[in-house]
Protein backbone atom coordinates (compact mmCIF):
# COMPACT_ATOMS: atom_id res chain seq x y z
CA UNK A 1 0.00 0.00 0.00
CA UNK A 2 3.18 2.42 1.05
CA UNK A 3 4.61 1.92 -2.31
CA UNK A 4 1.83 1.82 -4.48
CA UNK A 5 0.28 5.50 -3.06
CA UNK A 6 4.24 6.62 -2.58
CA UNK A 7 4.46 6.08 -6.46
CA UNK A 8 1.03 8.17 -7.17
CA UNK A 9 2.01 10.79 -4.61
CA UNK A 10 5.54 11.06 -6.61
CA UNK A 11 3.31 10.98 -10.42
CA UNK A 12 1.33 13.47 -9.60
CA UNK A 13 3.45 16.61 -7.71
CA UNK A 14 6.18 15.91 -10.55
CA UNK A 15 3.25 16.06 -13.41
CA UNK A 16 2.00 19.37 -12.07
CA UNK A 17 4.33 21.00 -11.23
CA UNK A 18 6.52 20.18 -14.24
CA UNK A 19 3.66 20.27 -16.32
CA UNK A 20 2.53 24.06 -14.65
CA UNK A 21 6.19 25.65 -15.31
CA UNK A 22 6.06 24.30 -18.92
CA UNK A 23 2.69 26.08 -19.24
CA UNK A 24 4.29 29.52 -17.55
CA UNK A 25 7.20 29.20 -19.69
CA UNK A 26 4.75 28.88 -22.86
CA UNK A 27 3.72 32.81 -21.51
CA UNK A 28 0.61 31.31 -19.58
CA UNK A 29 -0.28 33.41 -16.24
CA UNK A 30 -2.11 31.72 -13.73
CA UNK A 31 -2.93 28.21 -13.16
CA UNK A 32 -3.49 26.25 -16.07
CA UNK A 33 -5.59 22.63 -15.39
CA UNK A 34 -3.72 21.36 -18.95
CA UNK A 35 -0.35 20.95 -16.75
CA UNK A 36 -1.02 17.70 -15.30
CA UNK A 37 -1.40 15.80 -18.70
CA UNK A 38 2.11 18.56 -20.22
CA UNK A 39 3.68 17.49 -16.83
CA UNK A 40 3.39 13.77 -17.55
CA UNK A 41 4.11 13.82 -21.34
CA UNK A 42 7.36 15.99 -20.34
CA UNK A 43 7.69 12.85 -17.95
CA UNK A 44 7.48 10.03 -20.67
CA UNK A 45 10.20 11.75 -22.48
CA UNK A 46 12.61 12.74 -20.24
CA UNK A 47 12.25 9.42 -18.38
CA UNK A 48 12.37 7.26 -21.42
CA UNK A 49 15.80 9.55 -22.63
CA UNK A 50 17.64 9.30 -19.54
CA UNK A 51 17.00 5.60 -18.48
CA UNK A 52 19.04 3.65 -20.75
CA UNK A 53 21.98 5.52 -19.14
CA UNK A 54 24.80 3.91 -17.35
CA UNK A 55 23.28 3.88 -13.73
CA UNK A 56 20.32 1.57 -14.97
CA UNK A 57 17.87 4.27 -13.93
CA UNK A 58 19.75 5.87 -11.25
CA UNK A 59 20.22 9.33 -13.59
CA UNK A 60 16.59 9.53 -15.07
CA UNK A 61 15.66 9.54 -11.39
CA UNK A 62 18.18 12.36 -10.73
CA UNK A 63 16.80 13.82 -13.68
CA UNK A 64 12.86 13.86 -12.71
CA UNK A 65 14.19 14.99 -8.99
CA UNK A 66 15.67 18.33 -10.71
CA UNK A 67 13.42 19.16 -12.84
CA UNK A 68 10.47 18.73 -10.42
CA UNK A 69 12.92 21.17 -7.88
CA UNK A 70 13.32 23.38 -10.54
CA UNK A 71 9.84 23.58 -11.25
CA UNK A 72 8.90 24.34 -7.88
CA UNK A 73 11.42 26.92 -7.40
CA UNK A 74 10.58 28.57 -10.59
CA UNK A 75 6.68 28.79 -9.58
CA UNK A 76 7.24 29.83 -6.14
CA UNK A 77 5.51 33.28 -5.45
CA UNK A 78 4.43 33.42 -9.22
CA UNK A 79 1.67 30.78 -8.37
CA UNK A 80 0.61 31.84 -4.87
CA UNK A 81 -3.06 33.20 -5.72
CA UNK A 82 -3.75 31.28 -8.38
CA UNK A 83 -2.31 28.11 -6.77
CA UNK A 84 -4.69 28.56 -3.78
CA UNK A 85 -7.49 28.92 -6.17
CA UNK A 86 -6.73 25.61 -7.72
CA UNK A 87 -6.29 23.77 -4.55
CA UNK A 88 -9.66 24.62 -3.64
CA UNK A 89 -11.27 23.07 -7.27
CA UNK A 90 -8.39 20.34 -7.28
CA UNK A 91 -8.29 18.86 -3.78
CA UNK A 92 -12.15 17.64 -4.29
CA UNK A 93 -11.31 15.66 -7.37
CA UNK A 94 -8.03 14.56 -5.80
CA UNK A 95 -9.35 12.97 -2.99
CA UNK A 96 -12.46 11.63 -5.29
CA UNK A 97 -10.22 10.41 -8.05
CA UNK A 98 -8.30 8.22 -5.85
CA UNK A 99 -10.87 6.61 -3.64
CA UNK A 100 -12.89 5.44 -6.60
CA UNK A 101 -9.51 4.16 -8.52
CA UNK A 102 -8.62 2.74 -5.11
CA UNK A 103 -11.80 0.88 -4.62
CA UNK A 104 -10.23 -2.40 -6.85
CA UNK A 105 -7.74 -2.37 -3.72
CA UNK A 106 -10.18 -1.93 -1.29
CA UNK A 107 -12.67 -4.39 -2.25
CA UNK A 108 -9.83 -7.32 -2.89
CA UNK A 109 -8.17 -6.20 0.42
CA UNK A 110 -4.99 -6.57 -0.89
CA UNK A 111 -2.60 -4.47 -3.28
CA UNK A 112 -0.63 -5.93 -6.50
CA UNK A 113 -1.09 -6.53 -9.89
CA UNK A 114 -4.53 -5.01 -11.26
CA UNK A 115 -7.21 -7.04 -13.51
CA UNK A 116 -4.92 -10.93 -13.28
CA UNK A 117 -8.12 -12.53 -14.28
CA UNK A 118 -8.80 -9.92 -16.82
CA UNK A 119 -5.77 -9.38 -18.88
CA UNK A 120 -2.45 -10.89 -17.92
CA UNK A 121 -0.47 -8.31 -20.58
CA UNK A 122 0.85 -6.73 -17.04
CA UNK A 123 3.67 -9.75 -17.03
CA UNK A 124 4.93 -8.59 -20.27
CA UNK A 125 5.37 -5.15 -18.70
CA UNK A 126 6.73 -6.10 -15.69
CA UNK A 127 9.45 -7.94 -17.48
CA UNK A 128 10.11 -5.06 -19.83
CA UNK A 129 10.50 -2.85 -16.74
CA UNK A 130 12.62 -5.52 -15.18
CA UNK A 131 14.78 -5.62 -18.34
CA UNK A 132 15.22 -2.18 -18.49
CA UNK A 133 16.28 -1.71 -15.14
CA UNK A 134 18.92 -4.04 -15.50
CA UNK A 135 20.29 -2.59 -18.40
CA UNK A 136 19.20 -5.57 -20.28
CA UNK A 137 17.27 -5.81 -23.81
CA UNK A 138 13.77 -7.42 -24.12
CA UNK A 139 11.44 -8.79 -26.53
CA UNK A 140 9.21 -5.27 -26.48
CA UNK A 141 12.71 -3.14 -26.66
CA UNK A 142 13.62 -4.80 -29.81
CA UNK A 143 9.93 -4.52 -31.15
CA UNK A 144 9.90 -0.37 -31.23
CA UNK A 145 7.45 -0.61 -28.36
CA UNK A 146 6.66 2.48 -26.54
CA UNK A 147 8.51 2.32 -23.28
CA UNK A 148 7.63 5.74 -21.64
CA UNK A 149 5.46 4.41 -19.15
CA UNK A 150 7.40 1.82 -18.00
CA UNK A 151 10.82 4.28 -17.62
CA UNK A 152 8.51 6.11 -15.06
CA UNK A 153 8.32 3.50 -12.98
CA UNK A 154 11.83 2.37 -13.28
CA UNK A 155 12.70 5.78 -12.48
CA UNK A 156 10.24 5.11 -9.35
CA UNK A 157 12.00 1.78 -8.25
CA UNK A 158 16.13 3.45 -9.13
CA UNK A 159 14.63 6.80 -6.89
CA UNK A 160 12.55 5.64 -4.78
CA UNK A 161 13.07 1.84 -4.31
CA UNK A 162 9.16 1.37 -5.03
CA UNK A 163 8.91 -2.07 -6.64
CA UNK A 164 7.67 -2.28 -10.09
CA UNK A 165 4.24 -3.70 -9.38
CA UNK A 166 3.61 -0.85 -7.13
CA UNK A 167 4.89 1.30 -9.54
CA UNK A 168 2.62 -0.14 -12.32
CA UNK A 169 -0.13 0.27 -9.99
CA UNK A 170 1.02 3.69 -8.97
CA UNK A 171 1.08 5.07 -12.40
CA UNK A 172 -2.46 3.29 -13.32
CA UNK A 173 -4.11 5.78 -10.51
CA UNK A 174 -1.89 8.45 -11.03
CA UNK A 175 -3.36 8.64 -14.12
CA UNK A 176 -7.19 8.70 -12.96
CA UNK A 177 -6.32 11.77 -10.92
CA UNK A 178 -4.85 13.42 -13.76
CA UNK A 179 -7.82 13.09 -16.28
CA UNK A 180 -9.88 13.89 -13.91
CA UNK A 181 -7.73 17.34 -13.16
CA UNK A 182 -7.26 17.73 -16.57
CA UNK A 183 -11.25 17.87 -17.24
CA UNK A 184 -11.24 20.89 -14.95
CA UNK A 185 -10.14 23.29 -17.85
CA UNK A 186 -13.54 22.59 -19.53
CA UNK A 187 -16.15 23.23 -15.78
CA UNK A 188 -13.71 26.09 -14.33
CA UNK A 189 -16.80 28.20 -14.31
CA UNK A 190 -18.86 25.81 -13.27
CA UNK A 191 -20.17 25.87 -9.16
CA UNK A 192 -17.94 23.43 -6.95
CA UNK A 193 -20.62 20.08 -6.95
CA UNK A 194 -21.21 19.57 -10.78
CA UNK A 195 -17.58 20.77 -11.66
CA UNK A 196 -16.07 18.11 -9.25
CA UNK A 197 -18.64 15.47 -10.86
CA UNK A 198 -18.14 16.25 -14.37
CA UNK A 199 -14.35 16.13 -13.92
CA UNK A 200 -14.99 12.04 -12.30
CA UNK A 201 -17.15 10.96 -14.72
CA UNK A 202 -14.52 12.02 -17.15
CA UNK A 203 -11.57 10.82 -15.81
CA UNK A 204 -13.28 7.38 -15.03
CA UNK A 205 -15.64 6.98 -17.69
CA UNK A 206 -17.45 3.36 -17.93
CA UNK A 207 -14.94 1.94 -20.34
CA UNK A 208 -12.00 3.81 -18.86
CA UNK A 209 -12.39 2.77 -15.69
CA UNK A 210 -12.76 -1.17 -17.08
CA UNK A 211 -9.70 -0.58 -18.56
CA UNK A 212 -7.76 0.71 -15.37
CA UNK A 213 -9.47 -2.16 -13.41
CA UNK A 214 -7.50 -5.05 -16.21
CA UNK A 215 -4.66 -2.72 -15.56
CA UNK A 216 -4.37 -0.97 -19.02
CA UNK A 217 -2.13 2.02 -18.18
CA UNK A 218 -1.22 2.71 -21.83
CA UNK A 219 -4.88 3.49 -23.14
CA UNK A 220 -6.11 4.95 -20.50
CA UNK A 221 -2.85 7.63 -20.87
CA UNK A 222 -3.40 8.12 -24.23
CA UNK A 223 -6.97 9.05 -23.21
CA UNK A 224 -5.50 11.19 -20.84
CA UNK A 225 -3.26 12.98 -23.96
CA UNK A 226 -6.23 13.29 -26.21
CA UNK A 227 -8.56 14.40 -23.99
CA UNK A 228 -5.73 17.34 -23.18
CA UNK A 229 -4.37 17.75 -26.44
CA UNK A 230 -8.20 18.60 -27.35
CA UNK A 231 -8.44 20.78 -24.48
CA UNK A 232 -5.08 22.76 -25.31
CA UNK A 233 -6.39 23.27 -28.41
CA UNK A 234 -9.51 25.15 -27.32
CA UNK A 235 -7.18 26.77 -24.36
CA UNK A 236 -5.19 28.10 -28.02
CA UNK A 237 -8.45 30.39 -28.49
CA UNK A 238 -9.82 31.00 -25.90
CA UNK A 239 -7.54 31.79 -22.83
CA UNK A 240 -4.00 32.47 -25.02
CA UNK A 241 -5.10 33.68 -28.06
CA UNK A 242 -2.32 36.05 -28.15
CA UNK A 243 0.54 34.09 -27.14
CA UNK A 244 3.50 32.92 -29.90
CA UNK A 245 4.02 30.08 -28.14
CA UNK A 246 -0.01 29.02 -27.62
CA UNK A 247 0.41 25.60 -29.26
CA UNK A 248 3.01 24.55 -27.79
CA UNK A 249 1.73 22.87 -24.98
CA UNK A 250 -0.76 20.37 -27.21
CA UNK A 251 2.97 19.54 -29.03
CA UNK A 252 4.47 18.81 -25.70
CA UNK A 253 0.98 16.43 -25.09
CA UNK A 254 1.61 14.99 -28.62
CA UNK A 255 5.35 14.25 -27.70
CA UNK A 256 4.38 12.48 -24.29
CA UNK A 257 1.51 10.12 -26.72
CA UNK A 258 4.55 9.31 -29.06
CA UNK A 259 6.39 7.99 -25.84
CA UNK A 260 3.13 6.42 -24.72
CA UNK A 261 1.41 4.99 -27.28
CA UNK A 262 4.04 5.23 -30.65
CA UNK A 263 2.78 6.74 -33.78
CA UNK A 264 -0.74 4.76 -33.44
CA UNK A 265 -1.23 7.86 -30.98
CA UNK A 266 -1.03 9.99 -33.95
CA UNK A 267 -4.12 8.73 -35.11
CA UNK A 268 -6.19 10.36 -32.78
CA UNK A 269 -4.17 13.68 -32.61
CA UNK A 270 -3.21 13.79 -36.04
CA UNK A 271 -6.69 14.21 -37.64
CA UNK A 272 -8.51 16.14 -34.42
CA UNK A 273 -5.83 18.67 -34.91
CA UNK A 274 -6.70 18.68 -39.17
CA UNK A 275 -10.74 18.82 -38.04
CA UNK A 276 -10.15 21.44 -35.41
CA UNK A 277 -8.22 24.38 -38.38
CA UNK A 278 -11.09 23.14 -40.93
CA UNK A 279 -13.53 23.92 -37.82
CA UNK A 280 -11.48 27.15 -37.21
CA UNK A 281 -12.32 27.90 -41.20
CA UNK A 282 -16.02 27.29 -40.94
CA UNK A 283 -16.98 28.99 -37.86
CA UNK A 284 -14.67 32.40 -39.31
CA UNK A 285 -16.44 32.33 -42.42
CA UNK A 286 -19.90 32.11 -41.36
CA UNK A 287 -20.03 31.97 -37.64
CA UNK A 288 -22.52 35.15 -37.10
CA UNK A 289 -25.48 32.55 -35.47
CA UNK A 290 -23.95 30.85 -33.01
CA UNK A 291 -26.01 31.03 -29.98
CA UNK A 292 -25.52 33.06 -27.29
CA UNK A 293 -22.10 32.25 -26.34
CA UNK A 294 -19.64 31.95 -29.50
CA UNK A 295 -15.91 31.20 -29.09
CA UNK A 296 -13.88 33.55 -29.91
CA UNK A 297 -13.29 32.71 -33.27
CA UNK A 298 -16.60 32.32 -34.14
CA UNK A 299 -16.89 36.20 -32.75
CA UNK A 300 -14.37 37.39 -35.08
CA UNK A 301 -11.58 37.43 -32.09
CA UNK A 302 -8.31 36.02 -31.68
CA UNK A 303 -6.92 33.71 -35.00
CA UNK A 304 -9.02 33.78 -37.91
CA UNK A 305 -6.87 31.79 -40.02
CA UNK A 306 -3.98 29.81 -39.99
CA UNK A 307 -2.15 32.78 -41.30
CA UNK A 308 0.47 35.30 -40.01
CA UNK A 309 0.63 35.14 -36.63
CA UNK A 310 -1.53 31.65 -35.84
CA UNK A 311 0.83 30.29 -38.98
CA UNK A 312 3.75 31.08 -36.79
CA UNK A 313 2.57 29.48 -33.45
CA UNK A 314 1.44 26.08 -35.43
CA UNK A 315 5.07 26.22 -37.05
CA UNK A 316 6.79 26.81 -33.54
CA UNK A 317 4.44 24.12 -31.67
CA UNK A 318 5.62 21.54 -34.90
CA UNK A 319 9.50 22.70 -33.97
CA UNK A 320 8.99 21.75 -30.87
CA UNK A 321 7.19 18.31 -31.11
CA UNK A 322 9.64 17.18 -34.06
CA UNK A 323 12.71 18.15 -31.86
CA UNK A 324 10.92 16.02 -28.89
CA UNK A 325 9.78 13.33 -31.21
CA UNK A 326 12.56 12.80 -33.51
CA UNK A 327 14.62 10.15 -30.87
CA UNK A 328 11.62 7.80 -31.17
CA UNK A 329 11.68 8.03 -35.20
CA UNK A 330 13.36 4.90 -35.58
CA UNK A 331 11.51 2.69 -33.04
CA UNK A 332 8.25 3.91 -34.52
CA UNK A 333 9.19 2.45 -37.78
CA UNK A 334 10.02 -0.70 -36.05
CA UNK A 335 6.38 -0.73 -34.54
CA UNK A 336 4.63 -1.07 -37.38
CA UNK A 337 4.90 -4.61 -37.92
CA UNK A 338 4.00 -5.27 -34.04
CA UNK A 339 1.61 -8.20 -33.78
CA UNK A 340 -1.58 -6.02 -32.77
CA UNK A 341 -1.79 -4.59 -35.91
CA UNK A 342 -2.03 -8.22 -38.08
CA UNK A 343 -5.86 -8.00 -39.16
CA UNK A 344 -5.33 -11.54 -39.94
CA UNK A 345 -4.46 -12.70 -36.59
CA UNK A 346 -6.99 -13.81 -33.62
CA UNK A 347 -7.28 -10.30 -32.94
CA UNK A 348 -9.33 -10.69 -29.92
CA UNK A 349 -6.66 -10.62 -27.25
CA UNK A 350 -8.60 -10.87 -23.43
CA UNK A 351 -12.27 -10.21 -25.68
CA UNK A 352 -15.17 -12.30 -26.70
CA UNK A 353 -15.81 -10.80 -29.39
CA UNK A 354 -16.96 -7.03 -30.64
CA UNK A 355 -17.23 -4.46 -28.15
CA UNK A 356 -20.24 -2.04 -28.57
CA UNK A 357 -19.44 1.20 -28.89
CA UNK A 358 -22.15 2.30 -26.74
CA UNK A 359 -20.56 1.79 -23.92
CA UNK A 360 -18.16 4.94 -24.35
CA UNK A 361 -21.37 6.79 -23.65
CA UNK A 362 -20.92 5.84 -20.11
CA UNK A 363 -24.14 4.15 -18.71
CA UNK A 364 -23.20 0.24 -18.87
CA UNK A 365 -24.39 -1.71 -15.61
CA UNK A 366 -21.86 -4.56 -15.67
CA UNK A 367 -19.18 -5.48 -13.95
CA UNK A 368 -16.88 -6.70 -17.40
CA UNK A 369 -16.98 -4.42 -19.73
CA UNK A 370 -16.67 -7.54 -22.39
CA UNK A 371 -19.95 -8.76 -21.80
CA UNK A 372 -22.78 -8.29 -24.49
CA UNK A 373 -26.15 -6.83 -23.12
CA UNK A 374 -28.05 -9.13 -20.70
CA UNK A 375 -25.08 -11.69 -20.33
CA UNK A 376 -24.71 -9.91 -16.57
CA UNK A 377 -27.01 -9.47 -13.43
CA UNK A 378 -29.00 -6.62 -15.39
CA UNK A 379 -31.55 -7.90 -18.43
CA UNK A 380 -30.85 -6.46 -21.99
CA UNK A 381 -33.79 -3.58 -21.40
CA UNK A 382 -31.33 -2.48 -18.69
CA UNK A 383 -29.15 -1.93 -21.24
CA UNK A 384 -31.25 -0.50 -24.10
CA UNK A 385 -32.57 2.21 -22.07
CA UNK A 386 -29.31 3.34 -20.81
CA UNK A 387 -28.08 3.71 -24.10
CA UNK A 388 -31.05 5.50 -25.46
CA UNK A 389 -30.81 8.48 -22.63
CA UNK A 390 -26.99 8.81 -23.38
CA UNK A 391 -27.45 8.62 -26.73
CA UNK A 392 -30.24 11.39 -26.42
CA UNK A 393 -28.09 13.49 -24.19
CA UNK A 394 -24.82 13.26 -26.84
CA UNK A 395 -26.99 14.98 -29.44
CA UNK A 396 -28.33 17.16 -27.48
CA UNK A 397 -24.85 17.74 -26.13
CA UNK A 398 -23.34 18.43 -29.50
CA UNK A 399 -25.74 20.92 -30.98
CA UNK A 400 -25.29 22.90 -28.10
CA UNK A 401 -21.26 22.57 -29.05
CA UNK A 402 -22.20 23.46 -32.19
CA UNK A 403 -23.97 26.34 -31.52
CA UNK A 404 -21.07 27.48 -29.20
CA UNK A 405 -18.49 27.04 -31.28
CA UNK A 406 -16.67 24.58 -29.84
CA UNK A 407 -14.23 23.41 -32.37
CA UNK A 408 -11.52 21.94 -30.66
CA UNK A 409 -14.17 19.71 -28.78
CA UNK A 410 -16.50 18.61 -32.17
CA UNK A 411 -13.18 18.48 -33.89
CA UNK A 412 -11.75 15.77 -31.08
CA UNK A 413 -15.05 13.83 -31.27
CA UNK A 414 -14.82 13.40 -35.05
CA UNK A 415 -11.26 12.26 -34.58
CA UNK A 416 -12.09 9.55 -32.31
CA UNK A 417 -15.06 8.27 -34.32
CA UNK A 418 -12.82 8.20 -37.79
CA UNK A 419 -10.32 6.51 -35.58
CA UNK A 420 -13.43 4.11 -34.29
CA UNK A 421 -14.01 3.48 -38.00
CA UNK A 422 -10.80 2.43 -39.00
CA UNK A 423 -10.28 0.11 -36.27
CA UNK A 424 -13.92 -1.55 -36.66
CA UNK A 425 -13.26 -1.70 -40.59
CA UNK A 426 -9.37 -2.76 -40.80
CA UNK A 427 -8.55 -3.39 -37.85
CA UNK A 428 -9.41 -6.19 -34.84
CA UNK A 429 -11.62 -6.36 -32.53
CA UNK A 430 -9.20 -5.80 -29.88
CA UNK A 431 -7.97 -2.75 -31.33
CA UNK A 432 -11.51 -1.52 -31.90
CA UNK A 433 -11.92 -1.86 -28.15
CA UNK A 434 -9.13 0.63 -27.46
CA UNK A 435 -10.39 3.22 -29.59
CA UNK A 436 -13.82 3.38 -27.59
CA UNK A 437 -12.01 3.32 -24.45
CA UNK A 438 -9.91 6.39 -25.92
CA UNK A 439 -12.75 8.34 -27.30
CA UNK A 440 -14.75 7.82 -23.91
CA UNK A 441 -13.42 11.03 -22.03
CA UNK A 442 -14.14 12.86 -24.90
CA UNK A 443 -17.92 11.59 -25.21
CA UNK A 444 -18.47 12.31 -21.52
CA UNK A 445 -16.60 15.77 -22.20
CA UNK A 446 -19.47 16.13 -25.38
CA UNK A 447 -22.34 14.91 -22.60
CA UNK A 448 -21.45 16.95 -19.74
CA UNK A 449 -20.18 20.25 -20.77
CA UNK A 450 -23.16 21.69 -22.39
CA UNK A 451 -25.93 19.54 -19.98
CA UNK A 452 -23.96 20.67 -16.54
CA UNK A 453 -23.29 24.79 -17.84
CA UNK A 454 -27.35 24.45 -19.07
CA UNK A 455 -28.07 22.72 -15.85
CA UNK A 456 -26.75 24.85 -13.83
CA UNK A 457 -28.09 27.86 -15.44
CA UNK A 458 -31.78 26.43 -15.92
CA UNK A 459 -31.81 25.25 -12.22
CA UNK A 460 -35.20 25.75 -9.81
CA UNK A 461 -33.38 27.73 -7.16
CA UNK A 462 -32.43 30.58 -9.74
CA UNK A 463 -35.74 31.03 -11.74
CA UNK A 464 -39.47 30.10 -11.65
CA UNK A 465 -39.73 26.51 -10.82
CA UNK A 466 -43.17 25.94 -13.04
CA UNK A 467 -41.13 26.40 -16.21
CA UNK A 468 -40.65 22.68 -16.84
CA UNK A 469 -37.10 23.35 -18.78
CA UNK A 470 -35.91 24.27 -15.45
CA UNK A 471 -37.06 20.88 -14.27
CA UNK A 472 -35.71 19.13 -17.07
CA UNK A 473 -32.02 19.53 -18.02
CA UNK A 474 -30.86 19.62 -13.94
CA UNK A 475 -33.48 16.26 -13.73
CA UNK A 476 -31.71 14.87 -16.34
CA UNK A 477 -27.82 15.62 -15.60
CA UNK A 478 -28.45 14.34 -11.98
CA UNK A 479 -29.70 11.51 -13.92
CA UNK A 480 -26.81 10.66 -15.77
CA UNK A 481 -24.27 11.94 -13.22
CA UNK A 482 -25.87 8.70 -11.02
CA UNK A 483 -26.51 6.43 -13.87
CA UNK A 484 -22.77 6.86 -15.08
CA UNK A 485 -21.06 7.33 -12.08
CA UNK A 486 -22.81 3.53 -10.43
CA UNK A 487 -21.37 1.95 -14.12
CA UNK A 488 -17.89 3.53 -13.21
CA UNK A 489 -17.55 2.24 -9.68
CA UNK A 490 -19.17 -1.28 -10.40
CA UNK A 491 -16.44 -1.75 -12.96
CA UNK A 492 -14.13 -0.96 -10.87
CA UNK A 493 -15.30 -2.58 -7.77
CA UNK A 494 -15.05 -5.93 -9.95
CA UNK A 495 -11.32 -5.43 -10.52
CA UNK A 496 -9.12 -8.44 -9.55
CA UNK A 497 -6.17 -7.85 -8.08
CA UNK A 498 -3.13 -10.38 -8.92
CA UNK A 499 0.54 -10.92 -7.51
CA UNK A 500 1.91 -8.27 -5.01
CA UNK A 501 5.11 -9.03 -6.33
CA UNK A 502 6.53 -10.18 -9.32
CA UNK A 503 10.06 -12.25 -10.53
CA UNK A 504 11.17 -12.14 -14.14
CA UNK A 505 12.15 -16.27 -13.12
CA UNK A 506 9.33 -17.85 -15.02
CA UNK A 507 9.83 -16.55 -17.87
CA UNK A 508 13.17 -17.21 -17.71
CA UNK A 509 12.32 -20.61 -16.98
CA UNK A 510 9.46 -20.58 -19.77
CA UNK A 511 12.46 -21.24 -22.46
CA UNK A 512 14.09 -23.81 -20.52
CA UNK A 513 10.98 -26.03 -19.99
CA UNK A 514 9.66 -25.79 -23.89
CA UNK A 515 6.51 -27.90 -24.13
CA UNK A 516 6.63 -29.06 -20.82
CA UNK A 517 4.56 -30.83 -19.22
CA UNK A 518 5.53 -28.64 -16.03
CA UNK A 519 3.94 -28.49 -12.94
CA UNK A 520 4.15 -25.23 -10.86
CA UNK A 521 3.48 -25.34 -6.76
CA UNK A 522 2.58 -21.99 -5.80
CA UNK A 523 1.19 -20.59 -2.41
CA UNK A 524 -2.09 -20.76 -1.19
CA UNK A 525 -2.56 -17.04 -0.69
CA UNK A 526 -1.19 -16.40 -3.88
CA UNK A 527 -3.43 -18.34 -5.77
CA UNK A 528 -6.50 -18.11 -3.71
CA UNK A 529 -5.86 -14.59 -2.70
CA UNK A 530 -4.09 -13.10 -5.54
CA UNK A 531 -6.05 -14.49 -8.57
CA UNK A 532 -2.55 -15.63 -9.57
CA UNK A 533 -3.52 -18.61 -11.59
CA UNK A 534 -4.37 -16.85 -14.80
CA UNK A 535 -1.03 -14.86 -14.31
CA UNK A 536 1.30 -18.54 -13.86
CA UNK A 537 -0.25 -19.41 -16.95
CA UNK A 538 0.33 -16.74 -18.98
CA UNK A 539 4.18 -16.83 -17.97
CA UNK A 540 5.10 -20.26 -18.85
CA UNK A 541 2.15 -20.05 -21.59
CA UNK A 542 2.99 -22.48 -24.95
CA UNK A 543 3.44 -25.73 -23.14
CA UNK A 544 1.34 -28.40 -20.76
CA UNK A 545 1.46 -26.51 -17.47
CA UNK A 546 -0.74 -27.60 -13.88
CA UNK A 547 -0.81 -25.45 -11.38
CA UNK A 548 -1.11 -26.67 -7.73
CA UNK A 549 -1.15 -25.41 -4.43
CA UNK A 550 2.05 -25.89 -2.28
CA UNK A 551 -0.20 -28.01 -0.08
CA UNK A 552 -0.39 -30.60 -2.60
CA UNK A 553 3.10 -31.93 -3.29
CA UNK A 554 2.69 -34.59 -5.46
CA UNK A 555 3.54 -34.47 -8.95
CA UNK A 556 1.21 -35.21 -11.80
CA UNK A 557 1.98 -38.28 -13.75
CA UNK A 558 4.43 -37.53 -17.13
CA UNK A 559 5.63 -34.42 -15.77
CA UNK A 560 9.17 -33.22 -17.02
CA UNK A 561 9.99 -30.21 -15.05
CA UNK A 562 8.59 -28.80 -11.67
CA UNK A 563 8.73 -24.78 -10.55
CA UNK A 564 8.41 -24.78 -6.77
CA UNK A 565 7.77 -21.20 -4.44
CA UNK A 566 10.24 -21.37 -2.28
CA UNK A 567 10.71 -17.57 -0.64
CA UNK A 568 11.63 -17.12 -4.52
CA UNK A 569 10.95 -19.54 -7.77
CA UNK A 570 13.13 -22.70 -8.25
CA UNK A 571 13.16 -24.92 -11.30
CA UNK A 572 13.90 -28.71 -10.95
CA UNK A 573 14.08 -31.62 -13.63
CA UNK A 574 11.92 -34.60 -12.70
CA UNK A 575 14.47 -37.82 -12.68
CA UNK A 576 11.93 -40.34 -12.67
CA UNK A 577 8.31 -38.97 -13.95
CA UNK A 578 5.29 -40.64 -13.28
CA UNK A 579 3.77 -43.29 -16.36
CA UNK A 580 0.85 -42.00 -17.64
CA UNK A 581 -0.40 -39.23 -19.84
CA UNK A 582 -0.02 -35.86 -18.54
CA UNK A 583 -3.29 -34.31 -17.16
CA UNK A 584 -1.47 -31.15 -17.28
CA UNK A 585 -3.12 -28.52 -19.74
CA UNK A 586 -1.85 -27.12 -23.24
CA UNK A 587 -1.62 -23.17 -21.83
CA UNK A 588 -1.65 -21.50 -25.91
CA UNK A 589 -0.96 -17.74 -25.85
CA UNK A 590 -4.96 -16.94 -26.63
CA UNK A 591 -6.60 -19.05 -24.16
CA UNK A 592 -3.97 -17.47 -21.65
CA UNK A 593 -4.77 -13.91 -22.73
CA UNK A 594 -8.60 -14.16 -22.23
CA UNK A 595 -8.22 -16.11 -18.60
CA UNK A 596 -11.65 -16.63 -16.62
CA UNK A 597 -14.81 -14.22 -17.01
CA UNK A 598 -15.44 -12.77 -13.44
Known sequence: MIGTYAAVAAICISSLAIGQAAVRLCGLRGWSWLSPAVGLALLCAVCWGTVRMPGDGLISALAVGVLTVAAVIYLWGREESHGREALRAGWPVVLGALLAASLPFIV?????????????????????????????????????????PHAIVVTLDKGLGIGLVQGFSGLTVAVAILTSLTALAAFRELPAVPRTAGALLIGLAYITASYLAQGAFKETMQALFMLAFVLALREADRTWPNLPLRFVPAALIAAGSIYTYSFPGLIWLGPALVLYLLGKALFAAGGADLGDHPSPVARGGGTKSATGPAARALGLAFVVFAVLALPELGRMLDFHSFETFDPNGPGLGNLFGQISPFEALGIWPSGDFRLAPGDGAISALGYYLGIAFALALLVYGVIQLWRRGETAILAGLGAAALAYAAARLAGTPYTAAKAIEIAAPLVALSILLPLLTQACRLSPLMGDKSDTRRLGLPAAAALFVAAAGVCSLLALANAPVGPTSYSSKLSEYRRLVGEGPTVVFASPQLLEEEHGEPFLAWELRGGRVCIRSTRD??????????????????????????????????????????GPAR
Open 553 to 594: SQIPPGTRFAIRDEGGWTLTKVSDPLPGKSPCPLVAERQARQ
Open 108 to 148: EGNFGILGTSFNPDMSQHLLAADRLAEGHSSQLLNQGYPLG
